[in-house]
C-alpha cells in the first residue's frame, strides 16, 4: 500500500528515536562504573511499545560488539533474549536469529538462557481479558501467527545446533524442566509435545530421550483417567443430554425431528484428563505415521506415500526401549500402550518383532516375575485383539506359550512335592495359561472357519485337557469371565470338559498361600496384575478412529452359552464387547480384563508442521 508514494508495509529506513549513545560506547563507560547509559539502554529494550526498526537497530549493535558481552552482562543478555522477536516481521526475526548465532558461536556462557528462551515459545501464551478491574477469561493464545511462530523456533534451534554442535546435551534437560503441568489445558499439551516431536527430525540423537519424556508424561494422564472413570463421565454426559432434549421436547412443539436419522456425535472426551490424553495419544500416532510413510497422506487406515523400512525400524526400537522401561512395568495403563499397537500395524515383521520380544520376556527366568506376567498379558492381549496378526502367527504363538506351560507342568511333577495353587510362585505359568485361553476364545473362529477338520485338529494337538487338568489348576485362578467362555467354547468342540473342575473349583474356599512378608501362611490369593488385559477397548475418541480398523471387539457368541455358575455371574450382552459384563472379581488373585470401543474417522495433524486448529476430519 502506497500513499504519497510510501510503502508502509516495508520495515521504515527512517531513523529511530533513542536515548544514550552507542552500545559500544554504553559498555566502555559501564566497564568504567558510569552506569547510567547503561540502565537506560536496558529500560528502552523493556519498552512494551518498541518497534521493528528499534529492535533491528539494536541487534545490529550487540552484534557488532558480541565478543565483549561476557558473563558480566548476564541481565542484559536476559533483556535482550526477552526481546518479543516473534510475531514481528521477517527482517525482525532475521536479525534476531543472527544475533543468536553470533552470541552463542562467541559466548557459549549463555548458551542454556538460548535455548530456555527458544523452549519458553513452545506453547502459546496465555491470555487474560479483564473486566471493571476483574479476571474474566484466561485461555490459550489461538493468534494466527502460532505456527509460524513455532517454525521461527526452530529455526532458531537448528541455528544453535549449527554453531555449537553439544547443543543436545543441555537441551534434553531444558525440556524435560519445561515440560507444562500435566493439569495444563489441551491445547497448551498439544503445541508442546508437537515441537517436542519436531526435534526429533533434525535431532535424532536424543529422539529416544524425548519419546521417553513424552511417553512418560502420557501414562501420568492415563493412570488419572481410569476406565471405569472414563466410562461414568460418558454416560453421565449421556443422561445429561438426554434428560435437556426431554426438557426442550416439553417447551417446544418440534414438526420434524432433525436428528432422528443423523444423531450428532462429538468427539470431545467428557473426561477432562481423558480428553488432554486423546489429544496428545492424537499427536503421538500422527508422528509415527509421518515418521513411517514419507510423504504419506492417511485417509480410513489408507496410507499413500512410500513406506520407509529403514526409518521405521529405528522407530520400532526407540519406542520399544521405553516400553520396556515405563510401559511394560505400568499397571493399569489403558491406552499409552497402542502406541506400539498402532505402529506394529504397518508391517506384520514389526507385529511378529513385538510378540518375539514379548515371547523373550516371558521365559527369561532372571526376570522380575511381575515382568513376566505383564509380558504374557501383554501376549495373549495382542494376539486376540490386533486383527492385523494372520491366524499363521497366532498357532506359532501358541505353539511356543502351550509348549511352554507343558514343561513348567513336568517340572513341578518331576519335584516330587505336593504343588498347591499359588499365584505368588507360579504367576508367570498362570498369565500364560490365561494368554492362551483368552487367544483361543477370540481366534477359535478363525481357526475353524476355513478348515474345521485342520482347525479341530490343531486345538486337540495342544493338549489343553492336561493344562486345566493339572495339580496348578490355572482354572481356579484365571478371571471367571475367560474360564467360563473357554469352557463353552472347548466344550461345544469336544476339545475340553472343564466344567466338572469349575464345580469343584467354586466349592472350594480359596488358597492357602505363603504371606509375602514371611511368618505364618494366610488365605489369599494375591496377583499384581489383577484385571489388567492390555490391549483392552480403546476409549479415547479422536485417537481411537486411528485404531478402531484395527481392533478385534468382542463378537457375541449367541450359539455358545457360558457355564451357569453359583456366583451368579451374567452372560454376555448385546452390543457390549465384555463377554461378562460389569463382572467384577471376588479374590484378589483372579487375573482379568475389562472393555469397551468406540468408532469414526480420524485425520491426523502432521508432526512435522504447527498442530492445527483442530484434528477433527470435518465429515
Known amino acids: 500500500m502506497e500513499i504519497d508514494g510510501r510503502d508502509f508495509l516495508k520495515t521504515p529506513s527512517v531513523k529511530t528515536v533513542r536515548f544514550g549513545g552507542s552500545v559500544a560506547e554504553t559498555l566502555e563507560k559501564h566497564k568504567h562504573g558510569d552506569s547510567s547509559d547503561y540502565e537506560l539502554l536496558k529500560h528502552q529494550l523493556v519498552d512494551p511499545e518498541i518497534k521493528d526498526a528499534q529492535i533491528i537497530n539494536w541487534l545490529q549493535e550487540f552484534r557488532t560488539c558480541v565478543t565483549h558481552l561476557t558473563k558480566d552482562h548476564e541481565q542484559l543478555i536476559y533483556t535482550i533474549l526477552r526481546l518479543p522477536w516473534l510475531g514481528r516481521s521477517q527482517a525482525v526475526v532475521d536479525e534476531y536469529l543472527a544475533f543468536l548465532g553470533n552470541l552463542v558461536s562467541a559466548q557459549t556462557v549463555y548458551l542454556c ?33 502460532l505456527p509460524r511462530n513455532f517454525d521461527h523456533c526452530h529455526q532458531a534451534l537448528q541455528l544453535i545446533i549449527r554453531y555449537v554442535p553439544s547443543t543436545s546435551r543441555f537441551l534434553m534437560p531444558i525440556l ?46 492415563d493412570v488419572n483417567a481410569s476406565r471405569t472413570h472414563i466410562e461414568e463421565a460418558e454416560e453421565n454426559r449421556v443422561q445429561t443430554q438426554k434428560a435437556e432434549e426431554q426438557s426442550e421436547e416439553c417447551l417446544f412443539d418440534m414438526d420434524e425431528d432433525v436428528s432422528a436419522d443423523e444423531p450428532t456425535r462429538t468427539t470431545v472426551m467428557a473426561h477432562p484428563v481423558a480428553e488432554r490424553l486423546d489429544t496428545l495419544m492424537a499427536v503421538l500416532m ?16 489408507l496410507f499413500i506415500g512410500s513406506f520407509h523400512v529403514e526409518r521405521t525400524k529405528e522407530l520400532y526400537r526407540d519406542l520399544l526401549t521405553v516400553f520396556d522401561k515405563l510401559i511394560l512395568p505400568t499397571h493399569a495403563s489403558c491406552h499409552v500402550q497402542y502406541t506400539l499397537f498402532y505402529l506394529c500395524s504397518f508391517k506384520p515383521a514389526l507385529a511378529e518383532a513385538f510378540l518375539d520380544h514379548l515371547w523373550k520376556i516371558l521365559q527369561n527366568p532372571s526376570l522380575p516375575a511381575v515382568l513376566r506376567q505383564a509380558a504374557a498379558g501383554y501376549l495373549g492381549s495382542f494376539l486376540a485383539r490386533a486383527k492385523f496378526i494372520p491366524l499363521s502367527t497366532v498357532w506359532a504363538c501358541l505353539d511356543l506359550l502351550i509348549s511352554w506351560i507343558h514343561q513348567y ?25 490365561q494368554a492362551v485361553f483368552y487367544t483361543i476364545i477370540f481366534r477359535h473362529r478363525a481357526m475353524l472357519e476355513a478348515n474345521m477338520k485342520k482347525g479341530l485338529e490343531y486345538l486337540q494337538s495342544l493338549n489343553l485337557e492336561r493344562v486345566v487338568m493339572c495339580q496348578l489348576n490355572p482354572l481356579r485362578v484365571c478371571l471367571p469371565s475367560i474360564t467360563n467362555m473357554f469352557a463353552a467354547i472347548t466344550r461345544k468342540y469336544q476339545v475340553v470338559f472343564c466344567y466338572t473342575i469349575i464345580e469343584r473349583n467354586n466349592r472350594c474356599v480359596l488358597p492357602v498361600v ?40 468382542w463378537d457375541d457368541l449367541l450359539d455358545t452359552e457360558p457355564f451357569p455358575t453359583k456366583r451368579g455371574q451374567q452372560g454376555s450382552r448385546e452390543d457390549e464387547d465384555d463377554f461378562l459384563y460389569g463382572e467384577t ?23 512435522l508442521g504447527s498442530p492445527p486448529n483442530s484434528l477433527q476430519r470435518p465429515f
Open 113 to 145: 538462557a538460548c535455548l530456555n528462551m527458544v523452549v519458553s515459545h513452545f506453547t502459546p501464551k496465555r491470555v487474560t481479558i479483564c473486566e471493571g478491574g476483574v479476571d474474566i477469561s484466561d485461555s490459550d493464545d489461538e493468534d494466527e501467527n
Open 176 to 221: 524435560q524442566e519445561s515440560f507444562p503441568f500435566i493439569q495444563k489445558s489441551s491445547r497448551t499439551l498439544e503445541c508442546y509435545v508437537h515441537n517436542l516431536l519436531r526435534i526429533t527430525v533434525y535431532i535424532p540423537s536424543i529422539r529416544r530421550d524425548i519419546l521417553e519424556l513424552i511417553i512418560g508424561k502420557l501414562l501420568k494422564l
Open 286 to 301: 500422527a508422528y509415527i505415521k509421518d515418521i513411517c510413510y514419507v510423504d504419506g497422506r492417511c485417509r480410513k487406515q
Open 409 to 433: 507342568i513336568d517340572s513341578q511333577d518331576s519335584c516330587g512335592k505336593q504343588v498347591c495353587c499359588d499365584v505368588s510362585l507360579h504367576g508367570p505359568f498362570y498369565t500364560s495359561c
Open 514 to 553: 505363603r504371606s509375602s512378608a514371611g511368618g505364618d501362611c494366610v488365605t489369599t490369593n494375591t496377583n499384581p496384575l489383577d484385571s489388567f488385559f492390555p490391549f483392552d477397548p480403546y476409549l479415547l475418541k479422536r485417537s481411537g478412529q486411528l485404531i478402531e480398523p484395527l481392533y478385534q471387539v
Open 585 to 607: 472379581p471376588q479374590a484378589e488373585g483372579i487375573v482379568g480384563l475389562t472393555p469397551n470401543s468406540y468408532d469414526s474417522n480420524f485425520r491426523s495433524p502432521s508432526s
